[in-house]
């Protein structure tokens, strides 16, 4: 299985843009990656998901490399309601099994500090 | 709509009692997963369904574990004997196809086994 990696932990202060990096270098060529939040005690939410191209939603933007070996989630303008654990996850929309289903890994704890 | 709505979310037993875990999906769904998490090992798929029948369990414990869905809008995951190991949150989540369709997560069953 295609595998993420990203730091452990992130802070940032309050109303400023938060760039969350993942990397996959060994991503394959039909992976989507997506990209979904943890809020405490709460079940994990959708957050963004992308193929090449940056995407752009309500929520966050998704900067993808032109290599595709890496991605940057961002949000661009942290509030505390934003504090939560963040995935980065690859899915490749061709298999029915485990590898087309999300397969979470330790994600990112982002910090928001007022 | 409600959302995925999971009962109970608090469980607590004694070890060796039957669990019972339910979920419902969101109307139109096809697709419905149960997550296990914990601190050691994260969020782990157990077993997912494709219109009521098992697709894969290949991350579910065969011996004591088992995952039912009778219908479209209902499915129970059941615990039987439970173990002090099996304390976890268990997520419950639902999508209308696995192929890049977001996951939409319940707010989950905090078992604890005594």
């Known amino acids: 299985d295609a595998k993420t990696t990203q730091p452990n932990s992130m802070e940032s202060n309050e109303e400023e843009p938060v760039h969350l990096p993942c990397n996959h270098s060994t991503i394959s060529g039909t992976d989507y990656i997506h990209w979904y939040r943890q809020l405490p005690s709460q079940g994990p939410e959708y957050v963004i998901h992308?193929?090449?191209s940056n995407v752009n939603n309500r929520m966050a933007s998704l900067a993808i490399a032109e290599d595709r070996k890496s991605s940057t989630l961002i949000l661009h303008r942290a509030t505390l309601r934003d504090a939560a654990v963040y995935y980065c996850i690859l899915r490749d929309p061709n298999y029915g099994g485990s590898q087309g289903n999300l397969i979470f890994g330790k994600g990112t704890k982002l910090s928001v500090k007022p | 709509d409600a959302g995925v709505i999971q009962s109970p979310r608090h469980e607590v037993t004694e070890m060796g009692q039957e669990v019972t875990l339910r979920c419902k999906p969101i109307s139109g769904h096809d697709y419905l997963f149960w997550y296990r998490q914990t601190m050691m090992q994260g969020l782990e798929l157990l077993v997912y369904?494709?219109?009521?029948?098992?697709?894969?369990d290949s991350g579910m414990p065969k011996d004591r574990f088992s995952a039912k869905m009778p219908n479209a809008s209902f499915s129970t995951l059941k615990i039987q004997p439970s173990e002090p190991r099996d304390s976890a949150v268990y997520f419950c989540a639902s999508s209308r196809r696995t192929t890049n369709e977001k996951l939409f997560f319940g707010s989950g069953t905090q078992l604890s086994v005594l």
């Open positions: 369904f494709n219109n009521k029948a098992v697709m894969d």
């Open positions: 992308g193929l090449t």
